[in-house]
């Protein structure tokens, strides 16, 4: 059983499109967060929801705008791509806030922007 | 402001020797540190995590962290080195009162046959 699971896994897309990343976590966890890893390997947080309430957004420009349904799921919406926006992006969740809740990652999304 | 360093853009050691991968850090308060691996085109898996307690931390795959709170460092080691292991290693510290993760910029460790 996946535990984080992404979708889709690869995304090729022209600048200035729209395109969304869906994320799900099967292990009833409170918090969830979205990454990107950059192309050379540099991984820094953009946003943090618990109980799908927003609680960390790392200015990141406002052409991405994260969504959580319910607890399991915070998807990824971003719009007018740019070239820059390519990289790796993951999905990961914990229990919840505390110090020793870790994080569980998913396999990630490849969105290269042409 | 939290950080975490690792010196080391690649480790390469040989099969059976014991391996090390570095990393140190710079927190104000209690640190809370943590070891991923990333194998190529894979997501970040967990391997352990020092919250308190004993400074030896053992974790997933026969790996272990020492934490030396005296030279800042949560060094990572294992005793016997497979091909298996070659990845790439991310060192973090959580910052804040919201668990966020900062990553050092991590290690390719490279063991050969």
């Known amino acids: 059983d996946t535990a984080v699971s992404q979708t889709p896994k690869y995304l090729v897309t022209q600048m200035g499109n729209d395109k969304s990343i869906k994320c799900e976590q099967n292990?009833?966890?409170?918090?969830m967060y979205w990454y990107k890893q950059d192309s050379k390997k540099f991984l820094k947080i953009m946003f943090s929801?618990?109980?799908?309430?927003?609680?960390i957004n790392e200015t990141v420009p406002n052409r991405f705008s994260p969504k959580s349904p319910d607890k399991a799921h915070l998807n990824l919406h971003i719009n007018s791509l740019e070239l820059g926006d390519s990289a790796v992006y993951f999905c990961?969740?914990?229990?919840?806030?505390?110090?020793?809740?870790?994080?569980?990652f998913g396999p990630g999304t490849r969105l290269t922007v042409l | 402001a939290q950080s975490v360093a690792q010196p080391e853009d690649q480790v390469n050691v040989a099969e059976g020797n014991p391996l090390t991968v570095k990393c140190t850090y710079s927190?104000?308060?209690?640190?809370?540190l943590f070891w991923y691996v990333q194998y190529p085109n894979r997501g970040l898996q967990f391997l352990l995590k020092?919250?308190?307690?004993?400074?030896l931390v053992k974790g997933s795959y026969g790996f272990e962290a020492e934490f030396n709170k005296s030279q800042t460092s949560f060094h990572l080691k294992k005793p016997s080195a497979l091909v298996s292991d070659s990845a790439l290693y991310f060192c973090?510290?959580?910052?804040?009162?919201?668990?966020?993760?900062?990553f050092g910029a991590g290690t390719r460790l490279a063991v050969h046959p």
């Open positions: 990961a969740s914990s229990r919840g806030l505390a110090s020793a809740d870790t994080q569980y």
């Open positions: 020092y919250i308190t307690g004993d400074n």
């Open positions: 973090a510290v959580r910052s804040g009162g919201y668990n966020k993760l900062i």
């Open positions: 929801y618990n109980n799908k309430e927003l609680i």
């Open positions: 292990l009833g966890h409170d918090t």
């Open positions: 927190v104000s308060g209690n640190p809370y």
